[in-house]
């Protein structure tokens, strides 16, 4: 079916599977690095990858029939993933807010960028890093800031118990330290 003939309900239904928008209203939270990272893909998008393609899109074209030349219609489909990623990258890097954890380096409260290493009520001891949206990984131990186990442990100090709402109930967690990145030293003085 065509999507000039969709209504709006026939896609209001798949809203319901979809998870809670990835970032609050307004706010973008990243570290410098994380920063500079969706930066410099933007660039890379921008300066050297949509010009290839559009190249061998203009070659392709020039070839004859559209409807079968395989590379055309591939770098077409290309530009358009392309083009949507520029998009998305401009949206988050325009709303993105850059905070730098090193300030709070030797402090014992748990705010964004911290890494914090916790206890559940089995004695199982986690650490994590607490990231943007767009930069936390996993695989390295870092969790989004609005992940439910950032949320939980967002101002809590060393010592505190943290109750994290999880499917099974409440789950209690013990913040056992928490570490911050040093201040890089000054090139001015």
Known sequence: MSKAFTRESDTDGDDDELPVAPVPTGKNYITRAGYERLRSELFALIDEERPKIVDIVH???SNGDRSENGD??????RLREIDRRIRFLTRRLEIAEVVDPS???GGDQVFFGATV???DEAGQETTVTIRGVDE???AQGQIS???PVARALLKARVGDVVRLVVPG???ELEV???QYPAPAPDSGA
Request: net charge positive; charged share 10%.
């Open 117 to 119: 290493s916790y206890a």
């Open 169 to 171: 109930g409440v789950q």
């Open 145 to 147: 800031w609005i992940s």
């Open 72 to 77: 055309y219609l591939y770098g077409k489909k």
């Open 103 to 105: 300030l709070h380096h």
């Open 136 to 138: 936390a990984d996993s």
């Open 176 to 178: 056992l330290a928490v």
């Open 59 to 61: 070659w392709a074209a």
